[in-house]
């Protein structure tokens, strides 16, 4: 009987292990978050530049047994471009939280709901950076994101180029959603991960 036992507990385990799945986040740079900065008016003597139709904002979430992709189908905003200086640069990102998609449509309705974001109370997001400074291997932006009413400062690492006008930001990092409120576990066999990857694809019309 005991060796019965251990042998169905050694399934189980088996079976249990083959059921989870990689956290999509885990390979990803955690963004660094702490209070809300004080945000400076955009330079005077910068082009403002607005993002193109080919720019994209994804993410990964992830639960024990299944990970989901999506993001967010309608944002706006652009980078003031100074100088051809990233660093005396600012980005601003305006996201419509109602535009959030997902690999599931049932996922896509509960993601809108008070569960998560909430969109009906909180229809938008925002990003407005408060430094970009230039780090060993490209930039790492610093700025406030507004997400589901939670304001923080979050700080990671990015890649900037400029080319005949046109600027080309891509990041990829992960955040935690407690930080910003949304606390929903999941199912007790099947919990939620807290942590979520991101992905910045963002480019810009070339100026004029």
């Known amino acids: 009987m005991r060796q019965e036992s251990l042998l169905l507990f050694g399934l189980i385990a088996i079976v249990t292990l083959a059921a989870c799945v990689a956290d999509p986040a885990a390979d990803k740079p ?45 944002f706006d905003g652009g980078i003031n471009l100074v100088n051809d200086d990233p660093t005396a640069s600012s980005v601003s990102v305006t996201i419509d939280m109602t535009s959030i998609w997902s ?63 046109s600027i080309t930001v891509g990041a990829s990092f992960a955040i935690k959603r407690f930080d910003f409120g949304i606390v929903y576990p999941g199912l007790a066999e099947d919990l939620i991960r807290d942590e979520v990857a991101i992905t910045l694809d963002l480019r810009t019309a070339a100026s004029e």
């Open 103 to 165: 690999d599931t449509d049932r996922l896509t309705g509960h993601l809108k709901s008070a569960d998560f974001f909430e969109v009906e109370t909180y229809p938008t997001a925002t990003f407005i950076s408060t430094s970009i400074a230039a780090a060993e291997s490209g930039y790492t932006m610093t700025g406030n994101f507004n997400l589901h009413g939670v304001e923080r400062s979050i700080s990671f690492p990015a890649e900037i180029e400029i080319a005949d006008g």
């Open 30 to 74: 955690d963004a660094e978050v702490s209070e809300a900065r004080p945000v400076a008016e955009p330079a005077a003597d910068g082009t403002m530049l607005s993002f193109s139709e080919d720019s994209k904002i994804t993410w990964v979430g992830s639960k024990v047994t299944h990970q989901h992709d999506g993001g967010f189908r309608v």
